[in-house]
């Protein structure tokens, strides 16, 4: 298991690169085809996003590196309930916008990949 903890830090780096640089193919990597994106939007209803909507979104802004904001990743857990499940929360920003991510990962056949993501946010 130490070997997939590796492989699933790994996952999160890109994710966290990609997001930075704003390149979606690195989020590509990290993202299964499938995967979306939900949220809690302001009138108390569910916001899901495609990972296809998602892409043009990140593509269309300026990335948090063009404009040479710092970043703020970190990893807060990782849990994994067995060898081909795991659970990640993690932290990023894009100020003045601050994210907590929890990922659902999955170990498929081309490795791991985020399957599904959960996402609050804060502006700072």
Not at 41 to 60: H, I, K, M, N, Y
């Amino acid at each position: 298991m130490t070997d997939d903890l590796a492989a699933i830090e790994a996952v999160l780096q890109t994710y966290f690169d990609g997001l930075h640089e704003g390149n979606v193919q690195k989020l590509g990597a990290a993202f299964h085809e499938t995967a979306d994106l939900r949220s809690v939007a302001p009138d108390g209803s569910l916001a899901v996003l495609s990972r296809t909507a998602w892409f043009e979104a990140v593509q269309s802004r300026p990335s948090a590196k063009s404009r040479d904001l710092p970043r703020h990743d970190r990893i807060v857990a990782i849990d994994r309930s067995g060898p081909l499940t795991a659970f990640a929360k993690v932290q990023c920003a894009i100020p003045p916008r601050y994210f907590t991510d929890y990922l659902t990962l999955a170990r498929l056949n081309a490795g791991w990949k985020i399957v599904g993501k959960t996402f609050h946010t804060d502006t700072h």
